[in-house]
C-alpha cells in the first residue's frame, strides 16, 4: 500500500453500497482520482465534512492495484459556501464540475486544479457575473486545452481593425471580415483579455459596455462545442 496525501476537490460522487460512496477528485500532484469513501454516509463518519462539493480539502488516500484507490483522511480546508445560497451558482457550480471532469485525462497537468480552485472562488463572490464568469471558465478552459483564437489578424491573414466588423470562424479559430458582422472594437478587446494568461483580477475589472459579455457568449459557446468533451 502507498499511503498519500493532497489538496483536492471533489469533482462527483457516487452512493456505493450501504454506506459508502466512489469520489473523484482533482489534485495538483496525481491528476484525477477515484477513491473509495467508506462508511462516509454513515451521521459520525469523519469522512463526510471534508469531502463536501465545492470546497477544498486535504485528502489522504492509498493506492492499490485497482482503478479505485481508498480515502483514508479528509480534512476540509476552505468551503465556499456562498455558492449554494444562489441556486444560479450552484446551476453553474454543477456544470463547472462536469465539464472539468469530461475533460481531465486520468494525469491532467496541475494548472487544471488551479484554475478549477479559482473559479470556485470567483464563483464564491456575488459580485461577479455570472455571464462573465461562464465565459471566462470556457475561455480559459479551452486556453489549457491549446484551443485559442487567433486575435491578431483574420481569416486572411490581415491585421484586425478597431472600425470594421467580424464574425467568428470556428473551424479556423479566427474572425472574418463581415460588413453585418456581430464583433466589433469592443468584443475584440473582451476576447483578447479573455484569452490572456492575466490574472484574473485584470480580466474582472474591465468595464464592459453594450452587453459585450452576452455578444460573445454564442462564439464561445461554438469554440466549446468545437474543441472540448461537453
Known sequence: MNKKTTKAIVLKRLNYGDSDRII???????????????????????LAGGIELFSVFDAGFITGRGEVG???????????????????????????????????????????????????????????????????????????????????????????NENWKYDLNVSSMALRLSPSGKYKAGHIKLLRLLFDSADSQKVFNVQLKNHEDVDLKPAIDAMFRTYLSV
Do not use: W
Open 24 to 46: 473523484t477528485i482533482l489534485t495538483p500532484e496525481f491528476g484525477k482520482l477515484s477513491l473509495l469513501a467508506q462508511g462516509v454516509r454513515k451521521v459520525k463518519s469523519k
Open 70 to 160: 481508498r480515502l483514508t483522511s479528509a480534512r476540509l480546508d476552505e468551503f465556499y459556501g456562498n455558492i449554494i445560497n444562489d441556486i444560479t451558482r450552484v446551476q453553474l457550480g454543477y456544470e463547472i464540475l462536469r465539464i472539468f471532469d469530461k475533460n481531465t485525462e486520468d494525469n491532467p497537468e496541475s494548472s487544471y486544479f488551479f484554475l478549477l480552485c479559482q473559479l470556485i472562488i470567483l464563483l464564491n463572490e456575488a459580485s461577479v457575473s455570472i455571464t462573465f464568469l461562464e465565459l471566462y471558465f470556457k475561455s480559459k478552459l479551452l486556453m489549457l486545452a491549446g484551443h485559442s483564437p487567433n486575435l491578431l489578424t483574420d481569416v486572411n491573414n490581415q491585421q484586425l
